[in-house]
C-alpha cells in the first residue's frame, strides 16, 4: 500500500497524471524488481528485529534500515524509464 501512494504523491509534486505515475510504478514493479527488492530487505530486516535486536535497539535499527530503503527507493523510482 505504501509503494503506489509514494508513486501518486511523487507524480503529484512532479505535475504528472496520475496514470503516468500509475505505469512508473508498474514499469518499476515488472523492470526494476521494486517489490522483490522491497521483501529482500524488509522480510529479513523484520526477522532479525524481532529475533535477534534487543528491545532498546529495535527502533534505531529499523531506523537505519529504512534510511537505506529510501536511499535504493529514491534511486529506483528515480531512474529513467527505458523506451525499446
Not at 510504478?25 to 532479525?48: H, M, R, T
Not at 529475533?51 to 532498546?56: K, S, V, Y
Request: hydrophobic fraction near 45%; charged fraction near 15%; proline fraction near 4%.
Amino acid at each position: 500500500i505504501c509503494l503506489p501512494i509514494a508513486y501518486a504523491i511523487k507524480g503529484a509534486i512532479y505535475r504528472q497524471s496520475f496514470m503516468e505515475a500509475f505505469n512508473k510504478y508498474v514499469y518499476d514493479l515488472k523492470e526494476n524488481k521494486l517489490l522483490f527488492k522491497c521483501w529482500s530487505v524488509w522480510g529479513p530486516a523484520q526477522c532479525i528485529t524481532f529475533t535477534i535486536i534487543p528491545e532498546h535497539y529495535r527502533i534505531t535499527f529499523i531506523a537505519c534500515v529504512s534510511f537505506f530503503w529510501l536511499i535504493a527507493m529514491s534511486s529506483i523510482s528515480g531512474s529513467k524509464v527505458k523506451t525499446s
